[in-house]
């Protein structure tokens, strides 16, 4: 069971080290203790970690942050542990790639791709949060370190899981692709398959964190799992040579990771780390999942739950529990969104792995098609700097594009087999 005391110093830990004060409403502000709770009990709004900025800028400087391990953990005084990292030496720290012949294609001067498709050790971006809510996990001392995932999230558990040597339970969706199952499964945590969308299983797994206690990375650890998304803002930062970005397309499955790109620049603006105006955020969602561009395009506060009917499964979330985040974030921003075809999605993933040899999953031609589209309509512009947030792997999902790719040249194993084929 974990805890429901406050664990801000546990055996062990150095507890003047941190910098981790407690939780706060997002939405009315009140105060909690640092424990495993998620949901203010006044409003029913998320809870997020509070830091003590002062201290942390003792320490976090550029030069001391430079100075430090190519991980995410380079960031520790803004994330929300109270000891050592536990997990997570190799994750973060992903390339951030000029993309030229993509600005070619797209018509404007400058795109960048945060590749989060090659982050350690489960190529998605999912390497991040869990890296801290595993730690956390163990820092509250859950008996089982579980989620509820379509797909990434339960790759990425697992793995976590099994370097911790933690009990592992992950819950999916029982259609999903079978390397993001296998790339659970090997792992050797027990994976249950529901049948049912990931709206049915994150209700189901509620129930089973409130029954049994386990630690559930997205739902009753998910305001220190959320805070792992930041580290990818950070990183954009800093490899800008210490400046904003202009404009940050996000894809939105959860609402996790777009309101945490801008709690992460907000910080890093806040402490004199990054120079220049906070950049404006886009929300990329497919057309058979798009609540939050729904809502948005409608004037909506709060995002209406739709039923997913997408091939891009890894965001394929009918009612995204950080949706009202993602709407206050691109409204507060400047930014705006974009829904996208799955055809859109498949050309934009033909479009990136051609132009700059980069493969993702359906999330990140999600996100690049959206790029477009909000370029070609003029919410982007042309003439400044573009950072595209490419979240998974393309290898993890390849059969998604099995019939849209030319086959083979099949031949003979000769010579003339080569020649005539080649020539005709
Ligand atoms: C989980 C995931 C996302 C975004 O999810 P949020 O819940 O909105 O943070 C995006 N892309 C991929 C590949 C993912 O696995
Ligand atoms: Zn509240």
């Not at 203010?40 to 809870?47: E, H, R, V």
């Not at 951030?96 to 960048?112: H, K, N, P, S, T």
């Not at 697992?158 to 339970?169: I, P, Q, S, Y």
């Not at 404006?280 to 729904?294: D, E, I, R, S, W």
Request: aromatic share 8%; with cysteine; proline share 7%.
């Amino acid at each position: 069971m974990i805890p429901a005391t406050d664990p801000l110093a546990p055996p062990g830990a150095s507890a003047s080290s941190h910098t981790l004060t407690g939780l706060q409403c997002h939405v009315c502000h009140a105060t909690y203790p640092a424990t495993a709770s998620f949901v203010c009990q006044a409003c029913f709004g998320p809870l997020e970690p509070v830091y003590d900025y002062a201290r942390a800028a003792q320490t976090l400087t550029r030069e001391a942050i430079a100075s430090r391990p190519r991980n995410l953990w380079r960031y520790r005084e803004l994330l929300p542990i109270t000891g050592k990292p536990r997990t997570g030496f190799t994750s973060g720290w992903t390339p951030l790639i000029r993309a030229d012949r993509l600005a070619a294609r797209l018509g404007v001067e400058a795109i960048y791709i945060k590749d989060d498709g090659v982050n350690h050790p489960t190529l998605s971006y999912k390497d991040r949060v869990v890296s801290v809510a595993a730690t956390r996990a163990v820092e509250f001392g859950a008996s089982v370190f579980a989620c509820a995932s379509t797909g990434n999230l339960a790759n990425s558990v697992a793995a976590h899981a099994a370097r911790l040597g933690l009990a592992c339970f992950v819950f999916i969706p029982d259609n999903l692709e079978p390397g993001k199952v296998i790339g659970s499964s090997v792992y050797g945590p027990r994976v249950v398959a529901v049948n049912g969308t990931y709206d049915d299983i994150n209700r189901l797994c509620t129930q089973i964190a409130d029954r049994y206690g386990w630690g559930f990375a997205n739902i009753n650890l998910r305001a220190y799992y959320a805070e792992g998304a930041k580290t990818c803002a950070f990183e954009i930062a800093e490899q800008l040579d210490w400046t904003m970005p202009a404009h940050v397309v996000s894809p939105v499955a959860g609402g996790t990771l777009l309101p945490r790109l801008w709690r992460g620049f907000r910080e890093f603006h806040d402490l004199g780390l990054a120079s220049g105006p906070l950049p404006k955020m886009y929300a990329a969602q497919a057309a058979g999942c798009a609540p939050v561009v729904n809502a948005l395009e409608a004037g909506l506060e709060h995002p209406d739950p739709v039923r997913p009917n997408t091939f891009a499964k890894s965001i394929a979330i009918g009612n995204p529990a950080d949706g009202f985040q993602v709407l206050e974030v691109l409204k507060a921003s400047g930014g705006w969104g974009a829904k996208v075809t799955d055809e859109e999605i498949v050309s934009a993933m033909r479009l990136l792995a051609e132009t700059e040899g980069i493969f993702t999953e359906p999330a990140g031609g999600t996100t690049l098609a959206a790029t477009r589209a909000l370029i070609e309509s003029g919410r982007i512009p042309r003439n400044e700097p573009i950072v595209v947030c490419v979240t998974g792997n393309g290898f993890k999902t390849a059969e998604a594009l099995s019939g849209t790719l030319p086959a083979p040249l099949a031949i003979g194993r000769s010579f003339a087999d080569f020649v005539k084929a080649y020539e005709a």
